[in-house]
């Protein structure tokens, strides 16, 4: 057995001859087994006296074997009546994170109240391997014994959990693996947005890609119980590098209950994820194309024209689509160089994609291809290598051709043109398609110039409308460097501005707008685009400026309550409180900020 190296903690409340009665305080340490993944709750409670501030836990201990969940404790107050004696009674409750397994002891406590110093006794705590089931938290009271039964027994057994999960353990260099993260919980388990958050690893060893599904439930049964399965985080990972990669746990702090009766057993339980162990194997050096470009998976590539006969001088669209299941990230462009001896190739722009259950399973290129002569031709499709990792070999996509008819436009009449000096004759319809040309006549004399003082108001119109131009993108420049030197000074107002009309919306177009009003706060009072700011880049900046930690951690909560929101069901009471907190929260940062 080891003994935990707690500090003494100490409450200071100082004396008052309002009251009689002697100060009387106990303590309460509960449960005193609990799991890996469970919280213990160190209370204080102090029967008259007179009111003070909370105690403050350590900031550490000393052995390691606890630490605090929350910094500051849970407080309430009760106040009861006897024969016309008043009593108060303040309760103080701190939760406790253990980070290992075994049995420890903790010392007394030391709380001075009044100026007499009371002492908590020694306790044992046994941790053990994490849980599922839920704790009851309610303390009896006599009308716990008129309770059904079977109501109790279903209580007992609620269970929740979470889990990490890829499809398989190993996987070749630039594969996709499906991660996904899920909270199994048993019915009438229920996740409350506000008081809850989630924190995902690193992928320090790979690259990220998002996930937009469309369902985020389900139910499972397993050894033979149902669950609701909620998944909270979909990811696409693609490995950095070969060999043994780790992908560490996903850590839960959740607010639940069990049942949604105005007497819910609402309580706070900690629950983590197994880590991943995963294994990259590189790509085979041997049978690689020349023409694989790091696609990973299986593909094929089709494609289609818009017309099977033109004529000269018209245009066909070309459709190339690829299809398949991999990294379409690898899939930048395409090329159709070897068309240009025949034809003009203009490309149509950015591909567009087709995702199915939040993954890309195609991209298409449109191109416009214009003949530079009549003929039949038979324009083949672009090929691809790529390896499939089923097969364990590389490949290459078949070869397909499509036939396209050019036939003879309208001829155009040829003509005498003359260039500078030399004169000759040009067969327009050979050489020129898109021009119709007529008599051009003779045009080798020398150009005489009309109207001179005409070409000198022209000259000095242009140079006016330069000059106001100029003025106008001067003053425009004035005008910004003024609006952003007084932006900071706007970002309350400006989050205020955008926060109001959320106050009516729901889902997702409410957490997505509260997410958006918090980073540009900050966007305006750093005088940055929003859309680059990372709550890793907040904090850095905080502490820069010499801000309290605290105004961060105010700030991630809001953010992990808003992100686990976003797939846990809410109802308007949820979204009004998880309101008034980021608006609390960016009103104590302005205080600091200004």
């Given amino acids: 057995m080891r003994r935990i190296g707690f500090l003494a903690l100490v409450l200071l409340l100082p004396g008052s001859a309002a009251f009689a009665q002697d ?87 030391a709380v001075q109240v009044a100026g007499k110093t009371f002492q908590s ?5 046994s941790v053990k391997d994490e849980v599922r089931n839920l704790r009851s938290t309610r303390s009896r009271s006599p009308i716990d014994s008129f309770q ?25 260099i630039g594969e996709p693996i499906a991660f996904q993260v899920k909270i199994f919980r048993t019915p009438g388990v229920n996740i409350s947005s506000n008081g809850s958050s989630m924190s995902l690893p690193d992928f320090r060893d790979f690259w990220v890609e998002e996930v937009d599904r469309e369902t985020w439930q389900d139910t499972v049964i397993r050894d033979s119980k149902r669950y609701e399965v909620d998944i909270l985080a979909e990811r696409l990972l ?19 209950s069990v049942g949604r009766s105005f007497f819910a057993d609402w309580q706070r339980v900690r629950r983590s994820t197994n880590a991943l162990e995963l294994t990259i194997k590189p790509l085979p050096a041997e049978g690689k194309p020349a023409n694989f470009t790091g696609l990973v998976g299986s593909f ?79 324009i083949p499709l672009p090929r691809v290598g790529f390896f499939n990792t089923e097969e364990g070999r590389y490949h290459t996509s078949a070869e397909k051709i499509l036939n396209l008819e050019v036939t003879p436009g309208e001829r155009l009449a040829g003509g005498q043109v003359s260039v500078g000096r030399e004169s000759g004759t040009i067969l327009a319809e050979q050489n020129l398609n898109y021009i119709k040309l007529g008599d051009l006549g003779d045009i080798s004399g020398k150009p005489k110039l009309q109207r001179p003082m005409l070409l000198v108001q022209t000259a000095a119109g242009f140079l006016v409308l330069d000059l106001l131009v100029f003025v106008g993108l001067l003053m ?3 005008g910004q460097d003024h609006k952003n030197r007084f932006r900071s000074k706007y970002a309350w107002k400006n989050f205020q501005k955008a926060v109001g009309p959320l106050k009516s919306k729901e889902g997702e177009p409410f957490y997505a707008g509260l997410a958006d009003a918090l980073l540009g706060y900050f966007g305006d009072k750093w005088d940055r685009p929003a859309q680059g700011i990372s709550l890793e880049m907040i904090r850095n900046r905080l502490e820069k400026d010499g801000i309290e930690p605290t105004h961060f951690d105010d700030v991630n909560a809001c953010m992990e309550s808003i992100e686990l929101a976003r797939f846990t069901p809410g109802s308007a009471g949820a979204r009004e409180q998880l309101l008034n907190k980021t608006v609390a929260t960016v009103k104590s940062l302005e205080g600091v900020l200004s």
């Fill in 476 to 478: 425009r420049s004035r």
């Fill in 23 to 109: 100060p009387n305080v106990t303590f309460s340490i509960a449960p005193r087994e609990v799991g890996l993944n469970e919280l213990v709750q160190f209370t204080i409670q102090v029967e008259g006296g007179p009111r003070g501030r909370a105690p403050n836990f350590p900031n550490g201990f000393e052995l390691g074997d606890f630490e605090l969940a929350q910094r500051r404790p849970s407080t309430s107050m009760q106040t009861t009546i006897v024969n016309g004696k008043v009593t108060s009674t303040n309760s103080y409750t701190y939760l406790l994170r253990p980070t290992k397994k075994g049995t420890f002891e903790l010392p007394s406590q």
């Fill in 300 to 378: 094929s590539v089709k494609g289609e024209l818009d017309k099977s006969s033109i004529s000269l001088g018209d245009s066909v669209s070309l459709k190339v689509e690829i299809a398949g299941d991999g990294n379409f990230a690898a899939v930048s462009d395409i090329t159709l160089d070897n068309l240009k001896r025949d034809f003009e190739v203009y490309e149509g722009g950015t591909p567009t994609s087709e995702t199915r259950g939040g993954r890309v399973i195609s991209k298409t290129w449109v191109f416009a291809l214009v003949p530079k002569r009549e003929g039949d031709y038979q």
């Fill in 238 to 256: 693609y490995a950095n590098k070969t060999g043994k990669l780790t992908v560490d746990p996903t850590e839960f702090e959740l607010a639940v």
């Fill in 148 to 172: 059904n039964d079977r109501r109790n027994q279903r209580q007992q057994q609620a269970e929740i959990f979470a889990e990490m999960s890829t499809s398989k353990s190993e996987y070749f």
């Fill in 121 to 125: 006794p020694k306790t044992q705590i």
